[in-house]
């Protein structure tokens, strides 16, 4: 009776020990290979034409780490681990940072419509319903004055309708101390003033301090659905402007290749740097994908090519990786393959 007694303990013991090892939450946060799926389940434009290859979303998994988790990681190159307080900045909840990724991505689904739709030379309208803050960036002045969610009207009494509108009116105020913004708040109007600083990261760059997501309504004659599901962050833009392409377009923009990639997209078609091509390369590789478009950056040394390059020397994977500036350079590619 006695021995059963201290088997009954030593199981109680080994039990909470696998609990911890697998359960408890540690303050670090893990990146690591995600997927790699087909786009055509994801986007469907109306009638469009089918293709023999795929297009691929490549994603980065995260998650909270637990101590057998931050054990594993320490031992992969391939997964990074980061002080949960760098991942989500102080005074925004975990919720409201996803909030903020979905929609990054539902700007990212705009940008890669009108490239797309504007490429295919297909009828598409845009109108314009206001400027977002995202999020705020730590220890610079708009963090003391704007919130996630602000809707921001105007900059010195000039009206913004886009993003990029905004920035540039910040831009021309590099010698001022500050400017005054004209934003809405839980549907009330005000005025407030907020300083201008070097960036933390980026001193020689002087700003307020915010990101910021461009609220348009895309309206296009053929119809477009997605159907990305939690899936958020702005890195989709170009694979998803390509499979629009590729399904406006008669011709199969894939030749049966499987086709993946990353990278950002702006409403000219200009391919962004993101992070975590490491990870997606893998992700692609797993998947079997034949090729893999990287943002080129303009050749920079550091730039998302090179490391996805590097990586894919690392793994010895036979997928080509392709460096690509524009949509238009991608497009290029894929026609002459």
């Known amino acids: ?11 109680i013991f080994i039990l909470l020990i696998l609990m911890f090892l697998t359960l408890y939450r540690l303050p670090y946060y893990i990146y690591k290979p ?15 034409f089918e ?5 691929h979303l490549v994603t980065v998994r995260g998650g909270q780490a637990t101590p057998l988790q931050y054990v594993w990681a320490l031992f992969d190159p391939y997964q990074e681990i980061r002080l949960l307080s760098e991942v989500f900045p102080e005074g925004i909840s975990q919720e409201e940072y996803f909030q903020a990724q979905l929609q990054m991505m539902e ?21 314009y319903n206001g400027v977002y803050v995202v999020s705020v960036v730590k220890d610079m002045p708009a963090e003391e004055v704007l919130q996630t969610g602000d809707k921001i009207i105007a900059v010195n009494q000039r009206k913004v309708d886009t993003a990029e509108t905004l920035i540039d009116l910040v831009d021309e105020q590099i ?23 070097p960036f933390p990261k980026n001193p020689e760059r002087i700003g307020i301090g915010i ?3 461009t609220d348009r309504e895309v309206i296009v004659e053929q119809e477009l659905n997605f159907s990305s599901g939690d899936i958020g962050g702005p890195s989709a833009g170009l694979m998803f402007a390509l499979e629009i392409y590729d399904q406006l377009t008669e011709e199969d923009l894939t030749k049966g290749y499987q086709i993946a990639g990353t990278g950002e997209i702006s409403y000219e078609g200009k391919v962004m740097r993101i992070g975590g091509i490491d990870k997606k390369v893998i992700a692609a590789d797993r998947e079997g994908c034949d ?13 998302n090519y090179q490391k996805a390059l590097e990586t ?19 497009i290029n590619y894929l026609e002459d393959l």
């Open 291 to 303: 090729i893999f478009f990287a943002p080129n950056e303009g050749g920079a040394e550091n730039s």
């Open 175 to 197: 010698n001022a101390e500050q400017i005054k913004l004209t934003i809405e708040r839980n549907e009330e109007k005000m005025e407030v003033e907020v300083g201008l600083a």
């Open 312 to 330: 894919a020397e690392e793994i010895e994977t036979p997928m080509k990786i392709v460096p690509v500036d524009t949509f238009e350079e991608a």
């Open 51 to 55: 293709s023999e290859g795929d297009m």
């Open 34 to 48: 995600g997927t790699a799926d087909a786009l055509d389940p994801v986007v469907k434009v109306t009638d469009g």
């Open 107 to 127: 700007s990212s689904q705009e940008s890669s419509t009108v490239v797309a739709y504007e490429a295919a030379n297909e009828e598409i309208n845009i109108s």
């Open 1 to 11: 009776m006695i021995w059963n007694k201290k088997r009954i303990i030593i199981y």
């Open 211 to 213: 990101q910021l997501v």
